[in-house]
C-alpha cells in the first residue's frame, strides 16, 4: 500500500512539473516577485528571431506533451488525445474519463473558448481536473491554438504571415535570378 502512495505522489509531482508550478515559497515564507517576460505577436521570439508562429506554437506546445497527444488514434495520457477536438464539443473522446465538470459544460472549443481555457483552466471550467496553470499571454495562447489545428485538423491551412509572405518572395527571386535567360 506504502509503494503504491508513493508512485501515486511521484506521478503527482512529475505532473504538477510538466504543466507548470508556482514558484517555491523561499524560507522566511513569501514567495519573491517574479517578472514573466512578455512577448508581443509581431516581435520576434528574443531566443530564436527566425521562428515562425507556428514553430513557437510548437515549442510552447512542449509542455502540453507530458499529458496529451496529437496523432490521429494517439493514446490518452493524463489528458485525452486532442486530434480532431477544434471546433467539436468537449468531452466526446471515447475511452478517456471526463471531470464532470468538463462531461457536463456543453463546450464547444471554438479559438475563443479555446484560449479562454488555456489563459486558466480553473477560473474557464472550475472543478475540471486540468492542472495546468495556464498561458497567460494572449499571443503564446494564439500559438499554440495555431499550432494544434495545424497538428489535428486534416485540412486546416496555415495562414501567411508577413515573415512567410516575405520569405516566398525572397525564394521566388532567388529562383528568378537562377534560371538562365534563353535566347530565341
Not at 512539473?17 to 505577436?41: K, L, M, V
Not at 493514446?75 to 468537449?90: I, R, S
Not at 499554440?144 to 518572395?169: A, C, H, R
Request: aromatic share 6%.
Amino acid at each position: 500500500m506504502t509503494r503504491k502512495i508513493i508512485a501515486f505522489l511521484s506521478f503527482l509531482a512529475v505532473s504538477v512539473t510538466a504543466c507548470g508550478s508556482q514558484p517555491a515559497s523561499s524560507p522566511g515564507g513569501s514567495t519573491p516577485p517574479q517578472n514573466p517576460p512578455s512577448i508581443t505577436a509581431p516581435q520576434a521570439s528574443p531566443i530564436a528571431p527566425s521562428l515562425t508562429p507556428l514553430m513557437e506554437g510548437k515549442l510552447l506546445f512542449a509542455r502540453c506533451k507530458a499529458c496529451h497527444t496529437l496523432e490521429q488514434g494517439g493514446k490518452h495520457l493524463v489528458g485525452p488525445n486532442l486530434y480532431d477536438t477544434v471546433g467539436k464539443a468537449a468531452a466526446q473522446k471515447k475511452g478517456f474519463v471526463y471531470s464532470k465538470a468538463m462531461a457536463s459544460s456543453g463546450i464547444i472549443w471554438t479559438d475563443e473558448n479555446l484560449s479562454e481555457y488555456l489563459a486558466s483552466p480553473a477560473t474557464y471550467l472550475p472543478k475540471n481536473r486540468m492542472i495546468f496553470v495556464g498561458l497567460r499571454n494572449q499571443s503564446d495562447r494564439d500559438k499554440v491554438i495555431l499550432y494544434l489545428k495545424s497538428e489535428t485538423m486534416p485540412d486546416f491551412v496555415v495562414p501567411k504571415t508577413e515573415e512567410t509572405q516575405t520569405e516566398d518572395v525572397q525564394s521566388e527571386d532567388s529562383e528568378l535570378q537562377a534560371e538562365p535567360e534563353s535566347e530565341p
